[in-house]
């Protein structure tokens, strides 16, 4: 019996030394079973008897007391998160699932059902589909856990759908179809992103959306081919606006130079029929100075021509002048004299001139002499100045008659 309980008692001795043993590793395992790697992308914070503790655990090895006491709660806050909100878009029937939004098309009558087809209206009236591509992150972990109540990404991706859907109603609202779906997409997309942020940073959630991308904006599928109609009309309308507003551009500098736009603007104010400030004399006045002065082009031409003419025409008549005020005293002495040698004179002017054709005649019938240029030989030398674009002052004399006696032309 003593041996027996001998060897009973060694038994029971190293049973509790090897339960001990057990005991020590599984103590020492429970000390350490809170040890949780942060990835470099996350941040953690201990929640310490369901108590949230103030410091964020940075990348790395994170040791914690052993659950139930301490709890770990990891969250990617150096990374971007991306999500699609499809709230505003129509719902794809079976047969349209796989095709471009460009292929699918709906049979006449058949409309938008209130339940799975989501839309915007427009501040015209019109309705718009679109589907909206969410990137955010987490930007203070500390807020988000405390302030969202959430330890998962879910949490933060339900609370921005939420303020998607209602911004994008704002200023879908503000907004006209066409401008939504084409003109301000990125005002649509920067505004409502601006004002997610501020409503995200009024309940100091944490989460900070850095882009809004608008996708597949299109209006209702029944109307979508009147309006791509409507808008290739208003396309060609505003190509046919630009092109007439090149035209206009080049006619002005052609005609008046880099006055042109101001000379535009003083027909406007006259037309107008001037101001108290600034009455119809003072634009009067002003465009005469502007196109004396800073006209160019075929303007400016045109009134340096006019001047160079009116000092010809000015010269010339002060050249008659004189030419009466040397002549009358002789002419009052002896006109006979005086007509002839002035006809002389003439008639060598005329066949030496070379732009008058002379006609030679034999034999001592008398016949006329018609003054004046060949009508081909002034049509060559119209077309010559045209093409070579001359101005002849000189040219737009009028012809001066000098009495020759009766029996000429």
Known sequence: MDAANRSLSDALRASFSILKGIMMVLVVLYLFSNVR????????????????????????????MPFPLDEIVRLPTKQSNTFTVESHSFQRRANDRNKPLSF???????GLHPTIDGALMTADGGLVHTKWKITYKIDRVDRYVSNVLSR?????????????????????????????????VE???????????????????????????????????????????????????????????????????????????????????????????????????????VLLEESEGMAGRMIKDAGAYLAIVSGQMQSDVELYRTLLPEYERNPHLLVNRLWEQTKKDIFTNPRVTKIYRPGNSPFRIRIGLDPEHTRKEEARRLQEQEFDPASLMPARAVPLGPEFD
């Open 37 to 64: 790697r942060v990835d470099s992308h996350e941040e953690a914070l201990v929640l310490r008897l369901g108590k949230l503790q103030p410091e964020v655990q940075q990348p790395g090895l994170v040791w914690s």
């Open 104 to 110: 699918i098309s709906w049979p006449p009558g058949m």
């Open 152 to 184: 998962e990404t879910e949490a933060a991706e339900e609370l921005i759908k939420t303020f998607v859907e209602t911004c994008g109603i704002h200023v879908g609202s503000e907004v006209t179809a066409d401008e939504l779906i084409r003109t301000k």
């Open 187 to 289: 005002y649509v997309q920067d505004e409502i992103k601006h004002r997610v942020n501020q409503r995200l940073t009024g309940i100091d959630s944490g989460i900070l959306v850095t882009r809004i991308e608008m996708h597949e904006p299109t209006p209702p599928i029944a109307v979508r081919d009147s309006f791509d109609a409507t808008q290739r009309s208003e396309n060609f309308k505003q190509k046919r606006l630009r092109d007439a507003e090149q035209v206009r551009d080049r006619v002005i500098n052609e005609a008046g130079g880099e006055a042109g736009i101001r000379i535009l603007s003083i027909l406007d104010a006259i037309d107008q029929g001037g101001t108290a400030e600034q009455p119809l004399a003072y634009w009067h006045k002003e465009l005469d100075r």
